[in-house]
């Protein structure tokens, strides 16, 4: 999920029982030479004459309505181009390639569902509704709050890269587990859970 700052980013997301953040990022893969199936390197990259301004790392997540609060991993690429996963089952991961939070351009911030020993750090992602909280702590002990303005669940082989990446100038935040029906036979979810948000 990302690029550079105010660039499209990998098209993955998503976790699950047995399932992480891969399996958004594999489902994806298998979709190359599909519309939304460009990889990092395939992207055009934004270039922006105006500057940014600098914002600390993001090191904690916290969702008071729905009892989240994790810390931070930061992510990078695996090695098919699309985000690794977090290592922990209770840990949300930031995409480092990506903007920071409160920072121009869409912040990516992906969390398993569960697991195989129980409910992991998104399990509840479902539940949060538009206009609840949403706070990233940052390194320099500054907080940005964001507000849900509202969540969908999409088919992993139909993932709206365009939409949820898309190069912006305005801040924004993006949450994605997965979702949907358990495949059994695959071992993975099949749909991802995005939710929104802006900072307010």
Not at 96 to 111: F, K, L, T
Not at 120 to 137: K, N
Request: glycine share 12%; with cysteine; proline share 8%.
């Amino acid at each position: 999920m990302a690029g550079v700052v105010a660039s499209a980013a990998p098209r993955t997301a998503g976790p699950a029982a047995s399932v992480t953040v891969e399996d958004a990022a594999s489902s994806h893969a298998a979709q190359q030479g599909a519309q939304n199936s460009a990889q990092p390197g395939d992207l055009p990259q934004f270039r922006s004459v105006r500057t940014y301004r600098a914002v600390a790392l993001p090191v904690r997540l916290r969702i008071p309505s729905v009892g989240i609060d994790t810390s931070l991993q930061r992510l990078g690429l695996a090695a098919d181009g699309t985000i690794a996963a977090p290592t922990r089952w209770e840990v949300a991961g930031w995409y480092e390639g990506g903007p920071r939070p409160g920072q121009e351009g869409p912040a990516v911030i992906v969390g398993h569902v569960d697991s195989r020993a129980g409910p992991a750090v998104f399990y509840r992602l479902t539940e949060l509704r538009s206009g609840d909280a949403v706070y990233v702590d940052r390194a320099d002990g500054s907080t940005v709050r964001f507000r849900v303005t509202g969540h969908r669940q999409v088919p992993k082989n139909r993932f709206p890269a365009d939409l949820v990446y898309s190069p912006t100038l305005q801040a924004s935040l993006q949450l994605m587990t997965c979702g949907g029906q358990f495949d059994a036979s695959t071992g993975h979810y099949r749909d991802n859970i995005i939710v929104s948000g802006v900072p307010g």
